[in-house]
């Protein structure tokens, strides 16, 4: 009889596993698949957990939310169209200095090439160099193209996002009563728990990620603009915005501008060691020794967690998937810990030093 009892529990278990598996293969392809429809949402969900906190500020001062919530995306869509502003003047001023930075590239091109044994043509242009011999032409067409999709989808998705945040602001709170009405008795407040686990981590972790990535924007303009590069305000703004990307970001930042300088600034290797140097003091300092201490273990995910994550939500919604992959890897982790016979999961999920601090209490 006990053996027949632990074969059922075994054939049970793997019957659970599979059936686990099956969901998960299913949820993915269904987060593929509609990623056009689900990412606008999902951001603007995300947007409206780090907002709800400045809404109760404003209610606090008597004004509504409905009007609040207008405010707040007003503020944040001037904010964009000043950075937008900025970023289209500086492109503007790369045309125009454009031929000064194609004789730069020349140069670097030449000793590239006869390093690597490249095909050039003395008497051609750069660029007929590079489309003409190597066959970059149809690259450059077919990226232009993506590109102006990619804009177009982009401004649709905008939109979107402020109409959702805009609703989701004025909805949220109430959400926790309904959630109440909804699941009455122990599921109500499983649920109030996880959603509020949720909004508070990850209000945290992007408050703090925006501001401490606006720092290495504004650092990285500031000190690059004394050394000497060349749009320092467009360099600024891609930090900015890599920094969201963890780890890589940071790395893929301080390459870009390390090679712009070296073709700015080349053969003087003073400016070019000042860019990198900068780039890696910025990014140790505010990223290894400041973002720690003010995000704590509030996270508390493994570092091979993150990486994996990255490759992951990266796979399934591109650029924006890698921005989003820390939160919403937080927000499966969280889930994790609620629900019944998944707690193990949230464990493999956490860092070493969370789950010691947990066995230990």
């Known amino acids: 009889m006990p053996d027949n009892y632990r074969r059922s529990a075994s ?15 299913l949820a993915v392809a269904s987060l593929k698949l509609t990623a056009s429809v689900i990412l606008p949402f999902i951001i603007a969900v995300l947007l409206t957990f780090v907002l709800e906190p400045v809404i109760k500020l404003l209610e606090k001062i ?3 939310r409905a009007i609040g919530a207008i405010i707040v995306v007003l503020v944040i869509g001037a904010g964009v169209y000043v950075v937008g502003v900025i970023l289209y003047s500086s492109v503007k001023t790369i045309l125009t200095l454009y031929p000064k930075y194609e004789e730069r590239f020349t140069s670097l091109y030449i000793v590239i090439a006869e390093m690597f044994r490249l095909p050039y043509d003395e008497h051609a242009s750069l660029m007929q160099n590079l489309w003409g011999q190597l066959g970059i032409r149809e690259r450059v067409q077919a990226l232009a193209l993506s590109t102006s999709e990619s804009f177009l ?19 949220i709170g109430h959400f926790m009563h ?15 728990r996880i959603v509020s686990d949720i909004i508070k981590q990850i209000a945290r972790y992007l408050s703090v990620k925006f501001f401490i990535s606006l720092a290495t924007g504004l650092l990285v303009g500031v000190i690059l603009a004394k050394i000497g590069v060349d749009f320092p305000v467009i360099w600024g ?13 940071s790395i893929a930042a301080g390459a870009g501008v390390t090679l712009f300088a070296l073709a700015q600034f080349w053969p003087e290797p ?30 508390g995910l493994s570092p091979f967690i993150i990486l994996v994550s990255l490759s992951g939500w990266g796979w399934l919604w591109g650029f924006s998937g890698l921005i989003l992959a820390v939160p919403m890897t937080v927000i499966v982790k969280i889930i994790c810990e609620n629900v019944p016979g998944l707690e193990a999961v949230s464990i493999m999920m956490s860092s070493y030093s969370v789950v010691k601090t947990k066995s230990q209490e």
């Open 62 to 64: 008597k004004i509504p």
């Open 270 to 299: 003073g400016p070019i060691i000042a860019a990198m140097a900068t780039m890696v003091g910025i990014n140790m300092m505010l990223g290894n020794v400041v973002e720690p201490r003010v995000q704590g273990q509030n996270l």
């Open 11 to 25: 054939f049970a278990r793997l019957n659970l596993f599979l059936f686990g598996f099956v969901a998960l293969v």
């Open 237 to 249: 703004v891609i930090s900015f915005i890599l920094n969201f990307i963890p780890n890589i970001g």
């Open 153 to 171: 989808g982009f401004l649709t998705d905008t939109v979107m996002v402020i109409l959702f945040v805009v609703f989701l602001l004025i909805e």
């Open 178 to 192: 309904r959630i109440e009405l909804a699941f009455a008795g122990i599921m109500s407040t499983r649920i109030q």
